[in-house]
């Protein structure tokens, strides 16, 4: 009986840090769900602090490209995959991944929309 608790304790963890540390698409969809809006967008922007590498309408750091137009620039399918995994995309890359939601991927998107 000791042991079975000890087992099923030593299995809620392994989720527990699975989820955490590499959440599958599926729970990120469940847990971090968001309004598609480009109000939305711009404050996901605030909350990654993506002006920490990216210059966006003026403010910002330019170690990533600007993100003014890049819609405009790139394929929008592109800045999606990058927004999704951008390891996956280049390797070496300096972007971290967020983990994003599907949904807060659109909203970045409806934003980057709005800086034509």
Not at 68 to 97: C, E, F, S, Y
């Amino acid at each position: 009986m000791r042991r079975s608790i000890v087992i099923a304790i030593v299995l809620i963890i392994l989720v527990l840090a699975w989820l955490w540390i590499a959440p599958p698409r599926f729970w990120l969809n469940l847990t971090k769900r968001v309004e598609v809006s480009p109000e939305v967008g711009a404050q996901l922007v605030v909350q990654y602090n993506c002006r920490r590498c990216h210059r966006i309408q003026g403010e910002g750091a330019l170690k990533g490209p600007e993100l003014d137009g890049i819609l405009q620039r790139t394929d929008p399918m592109v800045v999606r995959l990058w927004l999704h995994n951008p390891r996956a995309i280049k390797g070496n890359t300096p972007m971290p991944n967020f983990h994003l939601s599907d949904t807060e991927i659109e909203a970045i998107m409806a934003y980057l929309e709005t800086l034509q």
